[in-house]
């Protein structure tokens, strides 16, 4: 059973939609009755690890014997050799749950990247786990904006409940990075790879990702979406979209000048303008990176007490919890490499750099392939200018599961699965070379 083609493509498919509901909460203002009752929530992702894990590792153990299977699964070895050093860690964290728990959160992720590895071995089926990617995306946007609508309070999106003590579903920082990582991958499907479906999926992703977007005012989210689809509509788009692009910013600027000639709404601090942008913060709290220069300084000295193994997988201090921005909890260093430095130490950052750069070198081999592996390593690219950027600042894809590192494992699979079929064309490309022509 575990062999079978049909068993592969369901536990890959129940991985893609299940995983990212582990971004999902039980919002603080509930009653602790009701509370007790939903609490059924973290039972339902401690499944979804459990079913993702042993029963993806069941299909890859019944395959390992396949040479084909052992070489589209080889790039992800150093990746396991770091999930392994996580694990490892808990031997000396002070709270060896949460590295367990997270630790099983990243080898889910590892085992869906090698699932989807399998899968994605031809064009069609890459085309497919995109659209499959995009179409979860979307469904945790609309999902989060309907709640927003029905049950503001409920959301999480209102930064100001958040910033009381009271949480909603999800955090508005993880509901603008789906949104902005899910306008992305509708973009880059519609204009690097010209799928047919991908307008009408780009026509509604702009829709309710931005709906989601305004509403979750992520200013990371906002630049990164801004950043990366810009560079896309440049590099990719025809001069139509272009010149519609430009008009529409043309015009958007004409009605700003025509209401406010003094640009008042943007001048002035008291603006609504104002305080969407800054959110109620000053000057001095921005020139400090809303309160993380405070986060960096105290994360860097709880790393300089362990410099070499860390404190354990997913724990930023020596006594597992630290104070920040007056609570004490155990934070996220908010920048990848900050926090594989304090949890993993230098020996758990050399090994995910090395895990990295292996990557990167396999898969700018894609550039030398036919249009859709191009196309594929063009992708790969602009996405991976996403998570740079949204990895220095935000809680990177190597933090709690949600839908933005499920896409990035994903992706690393829809990859592993193409080279092979990269290497195939280069040896038949090579025997062609060497057959000499008949005259």
Same mark, same amino acid.
């Given at each position: 059973?575990?062999?079978?083609?049909?068993? @592969?493509?369901?536990?890959?498919?129940?991985?893609?939609?299940?995983?990212?509901?582990?971004?999902?909460?039980?919002?603080?203002?509930?009653?602790?009755?009701?509370? *007790?009752?939903?609490?059924? =929530?973290?039972?339902?992702?401690?499944?979804?690890?459990?079913?993702?894990?042993?029963?993806?590792?069941?299909?890859?153990?019944?395959?390992?014997?396949?040479?084909?299977?052992?070489?589209?699964?080889?790039?992800?070895?150093?990746?396991?050799?770091?999930?392994?050093?996580?694990?490892?860690?808990?031997?000396?964290?002070?709270?060896?749950?949460?590295?367990?728990?997270?630790?099983?959160?990243?080898?889910?992720?590892?085992?869906?990247?090698?699932?989807?590895?399998?899968?994605?071995?031809?064009?069609?089926?890459?085309?497919? =786990?995109?659209?499959?990617?995009?179409?979860?995306?979307?469904?945790?946007?609309?999902?989060?904006?309907?709640?927003?609508?029905?049950?503001?309070?409920?959301?999480?999106?209102?930064?100001?409940?958040?910033?009381?003590?009271?949480?909603?579903?999800?955090?508005?920082?993880?509901?603008?990075?789906?949104?902005?990582?899910?306008?992305?991958?509708?973009? =880059?499907?519609?204009?690097?790879?010209?799928?047919?479906?991908?307008?009408?999926?780009?026509?509604?992703?702009? @829709?309710?990702?931005?709906?989601?977007?305004?509403?979750?005012?992520?200013?990371?989210?906002?630049?990164?979406? *801004?950043?990366?689809?810009?560079?896309?509509?440049?590099?990719?788009?025809?001069?139509?979209?272009?010149?519609?692009?430009?008009?529409?910013?043309?015009?958007?600027?004409?009605?700003?000048?025509?209401?406010?000639?003094?640009?008042?709404?943007?001048?002035?601090?008291?603006?609504?303008?104002?305080?969407?942008?800054?959110?109620?913060?000053?000057?001095?709290?921005? &020139?400090?990176?809303?309160?993380?220069?405070?986060?960096?300084?105290?994360?860097?000295?709880?790393?300089?007490?362990?410099?070499?193994?860390?404190?354990?997988?997913?724990?930023?201090?020596?006594?597992?919890?630290?104070?920040?921005?007056?609570?004490?909890?155990?934070?996220?260093?908010?920048?990848?490499?900050?926090?594989?430095?304090?949890? &993993?130490?230098?020996?758990?950052?050399?090994?995910?750099?090395?895990?990295?750069?292996?990557?990167?070198?396999?898969?700018?081999?894609?550039?030398?392939?036919?249009?859709?592996?191009?196309?594929?390593?063009?992708?790969?690219?602009?996405? *991976?200018?996403?998570?740079?950027?949204?990895?220095?600042?935000?809680?990177?894809?190597?933090?709690?599961?949600?839908?933005?590192?499920?896409?990035?494992? *994903?992706?690393?699979?829809?990859?592993?699965?193409?080279?092979?079929?990269?290497?195939?064309?280069?040896?038949?490309?090579?025997?062609?070379?060497?057959?000499?022509?008949?005259?």
């Amino acid at each position: 059973m575990f062999r079978s083609d049909a068993y @592969l493509h369901r536990i890959t498919t129940f991985g893609v939609w299940a995983l990212p509901i582990l971004t999902f909460t039980i919002p603080s203002r509930l009653e602790p009755s009701t509370v *007790a009752s939903l609490d059924a =929530l973290a039972i339902v992702k401690l499944l979804i690890l459990l079913v993702v894990f042993f029963g993806g590792s069941a299909a890859l153990l019944a395959r390992l014997g396949d040479a084909k299977t052992a070489s589209v699964l080889r790039p992800l070895l150093p990746f396991y050799l770091y999930f392994a050093w996580a694990m490892l860690s808990v031997l000396w964290t002070p709270r060896p749950a949460v590295s367990i728990g997270q630790a099983g959160g990243l080898a889910s992720l590892l085992v869906l990247a090698s699932l989807i590895a399998l899968v994605a071995t031809r064009q069609d089926r890459t085309e497919s =786990l995109l659209r499959m990617l995009g179409q979860m995306l979307l469904a945790f946007s609309i999902f989060v904006i309907a709640v927003q609508l029905l049950v503001p309070d409920l959301s999480g999106l209102n930064r100001r409940m958040m910033m009381g003590g009271n949480s909603g579903i999800v955090h508005p920082t993880a509901a603008g990075a789906n949104a902005s990582i899910g306008l992305l991958i509708c973009v =880059l499907c519609l204009f690097v790879g010209k799928y047919r479906w991908a307008l009408r999926a780009a026509l509604v992703g702009g @829709l309710v990702h931005g709906t989601v977007l305004f509403y979750a005012s992520s200013r990371m989210a906002l630049l990164m979406a *801004a950043v990366t689809v810009g560079l896309v509509l440049f590099l990719y788009a025809d001069n139509l979209v272009r010149a519609a692009t430009i008009s529409l910013f043309a015009v958007l600027l004409l009605v700003i000048v025509l209401v406010d000639p003094s640009f008042g709404s943007v001048l002035d601090s008291k603006s609504s303008t104002v305080q969407y942008i800054t959110r109620g913060q000053s000057a001095r709290q921005l &020139t400090k990176v809303s309160g993380r220069e405070e986060m960096w300084t105290k994360v860097w000295r709880e790393y300089s007490k362990s410099k070499w193994i860390g404190h354990g997988y997913f724990i930023t201090s020596e006594e597992g919890k630290l104070e920040v921005w007056s609570q004490k909890s155990n934070h996220t260093a908010h920048n990848i490499y900050l926090q594989i430095l304090v949890s &993993t130490g230098v020996i758990g950052l050399l090994l995910f750099l090395a895990a990295i750069s292996n990557l990167v070198v396999k898969f700018s081999r894609l550039f030398r392939g036919d249009r859709s592996m191009q196309n594929l390593a063009v992708t790969l690219a602009v996405v *991976a200018i996403w998570y740079l950027g949204w990895s220095l600042l935000c809680v990177s894809f190597m933090g709690p599961v949600r839908s933005e590192s499920v896409v990035f494992f *994903a992706l690393i699979g829809i990859a592993m699965g193409r080279l092979p079929s990269l290497a195939g064309e280069t040896r038949k490309t090579s025997r062609q070379a060497r057959t000499p022509l008949l005259t």
